[in-house]
Nanobody, 122 residues
C-alpha cells in the first residue's frame, strides 16, 4: 500500500493542525494505521494508532488527551487531529500501515509515507 501524508505546517503553541494520510485503494481497511514522529536528533517515536475498523485506538502518553486519530475507510484516509500543540511536538510526522504485531512498535509497520513537517513555535 502506498501512503501520502499531508497537512503539516507552522503553528503557534496552543494551536491545532490536522494531518491526513491517503492510501491507495488496495485493501486499506485491512491495515492498522499508525502515526509516528521524528524530531531533529531523536529517534522515531510512536504517536498514535488505530485498528482496521476504527473502534480501537492507541496513544503515546505524551499526546493523550490532545491528539485524536481517526480513519475513513471509504476515503482510504487516516487522520491525526492535533490540538493544544506544544513546541516539543515539532517533528516530521509519518503515517504507516501494519497488518501484524504490536500497534506501538514501528518494526511491525511495513508501509510508510514520506512524512510531513510540523513546526510549533513558542
Amino acid at each position: 500500500v502506498q501512503l501520502q501524508a499531508s497537512g503539516g505546517g507552522l503553528v503557534q503553541a496552543g494551536g491545532s493542525l490536522r494531518l491526513s494520510c491517503a492510501a491507495d485503494g488496495r485493501t486499506f481497511s485491512n491495515y492498522r494505521m499508525g502515526w509516528f514522529r521524528q524530531a531533529p536528533g531523536k529517534e522515531r517515536e510512536f504517536v498514535a494508532a488505530i485498528n482496521w475498523s476504527g473502534d480501537r485506538t492507541y496513544y503515546a502518553d505524551s499526546v493523550k488527551g490532545r491528539f485524536t486519530i481517526s480513519r475513513d475507510n471509504a476515503k482510504n484516509t487516516v487522520y491525526l487531529q492535533m490540538n493544544i500543540l506544544k513546541p516539543e511536538d515539532t517533528a516530521v510526522y509519518y503515517c504507516a500501515a501494519s497488518s501484524i504485531g504490536a500497534a506501538t512498535n514501528s518494526r511491525f509497520y511495513g508501509y510508510w509515507g514520506q512524512g510531513t513537517l510540523v513546526t510549533v513555535s513558542s
